[in-house]
């Protein structure tokens, strides 16, 4: 079992930034990818950015690459998000996600909460 607990959305208006963390807890040694996903209202939910656990390779969405940074910090067993220039088209719920099968960053199998981000225009 893992254990997956978002922060830090908000509000901001478009060009701010903000970043989401998820303090992960449980069987973290069997995490292969941790990753953000996003689902916004009447649209299905969208791997947003991964990053292996082993590696620490990353992989980005075309709409958010060069815009946010996903990063691992295994010491405090938290997984963050990072995103600049924040468009309307950004306001989402925002789920932390844990990989313990070996899908390839593609595939979740523990969800956290969410977390809400607002971009407003």
């Known amino acids: 079992q893992v254990q997956l607990v978002e922060s830090g959305g908000g509000s901001v208006q478009a060009g701010g930034s903000l970043r989401v963390s998820c303090t992960v807890s449980?069987?973290?040694?069997?995490?292969?990818?941790m990753g953000w996903l996003r689902q916004a209202p009447g649209k299905e939910r969208e791997v947003v950015a991964s990053?292996?656990?082993?590696?620490?390779?990353?992989l980005y969405a075309d709409s958010v690459k060069g815009r946010f940074t996903i990063s691992l910090d295994n010491a405090k067993n938290t997984l963050y998000l990072r995103m600049n220039s924040l468009k309307p088209e950004d306001t989402a719920m925002y789920y932390c996600?844990?990989?313990?099968?070996?899908?390839?960053?593609?595939?979740?199998?523990?969800w956290g909460q969410g977390t809400q981000v607002t971009v407003s225009s």
């Open positions: 996600a844990a990989d313990t099968v070996g899908y390839g960053g593609k595939i979740y199998n523990y």
């Open positions: 449980g069987h973290t040694s069997r995490r292969y990818y």
């Open positions: 990053i292996s656990t082993i590696g620490g390779g990353t």
